[in-house]
């Protein structure tokens, strides 16, 4: 079994939804694969912040090459958020994440802050889906809560549009937790929540219970480890 097949296959038949944790640089992505995770997904704002630029900011070459070190740094399957694709082509999109050595991709379907159309979205999704073929495990944002669009049948329309474009995985970032359940029954397969790691909101059963079969972090991560630095300097400086 490839690391592609792997990683699909971890995202179906489980009982309790699959934790991806997001590595910002080679060191974080050991550390998570020592603490036993079976895979990765890589967040655009925290290896943004790991490379000193502001989220969404971040130029395409440095990002792809973030994401290699993190991918040859482990032996785990990698999955890369990579934003809206950069205005690559899909045919050389596909290119720059198999050379990185990378499983899987988020793709957003909004661009400097605004929706794209979904029939037009939906479509490069399945140009990407035919360039990629098996190799890639095309995970799809859902814009419209982050874009203040809170729309539920529109966030449903979108999703349905990306999975029936080819996307394995849809992720409504930004949905409220009770509408979980509607999106759960509205949408088939793979379903992406992101968590929380300040303790408010429903745990990750919780969130499973609520129809999230996949649960990323964002750069919760990478911020949370930045403050316990900022901390640590901050009492040896003292």
């Not at 550390?31 to 000193?52: H, Q, Y």
């Not at 792809?64 to 899909?90: H, K, N, Q």
């Not at 605004?114 to 190799?135: F, I, N, Q, S, T």
């Not at 979980?180 to 793979?190: D, I, K």
Request: proline share 7%; net charge negative; glycine share 10%.
């Amino acid at each position: 079994m490839t690391k592609a097949e792997a990683f699909r296959a971890l995202h179906h038949g489980r009982a309790t939804p699959l934790v991806l944790p997001g590595p910002w640089d080679a060191a974080s992505a050991q550390a998570l694969v020592a603490a036993g995770f079976p895979a990765l997904a890589t967040p655009s704002a925290g290896v943004a912040a790991s490379l000193g630029y502001a989220d969404g900011e971040t130029p395409a070459d440095e990002m792809f090459a973030a994401v290699a070190r993190i991918a040859r740094a482990v032996d785990v399957p990698v999955s890369a958020d990579v934003e809206d694709g950069y205005g690559l082509t899909p045919k050389e999109l596909v290119e720059r994440l198999l050379e990185a050595g990378v499983v899987g991709c988020n793709l957003e379907d909004s661009r400097h802050g605004v929706l794209k159309d979904p029939r037009e979205h939906a479509e490069w999704l399945a140009e990407v889906r035919a360039e990629a073929g098996d190799r890639l495990f095309l995970n799809a944002r859902v814009d419209t809560f982050v874009r203040q669009v809170p729309d539920v049948a529109e966030t449903i329309g979108r999703a349905r549009r990306y999975v029936a474009a080819g996307a394995d995985c849809v992720y409504p970032i930004g949905v409220p937790v009770d509408v979980l359940p509607r999106l759960r029954a509205g949408v088939e397969g793979p379903l992406n929540v992101a968590a929380r790691l300040d303790g408010e909101g429903p745990s990750l059963a919780g969130l499973g219970a609520r129809g999230a079969t996949r649960i990323t972090f964002g750069p919760a991560l990478q911020q949370r480890a930045t403050a316990a630095l900022r901390e640590i300097a901050e009492g040896i400086r003292a």
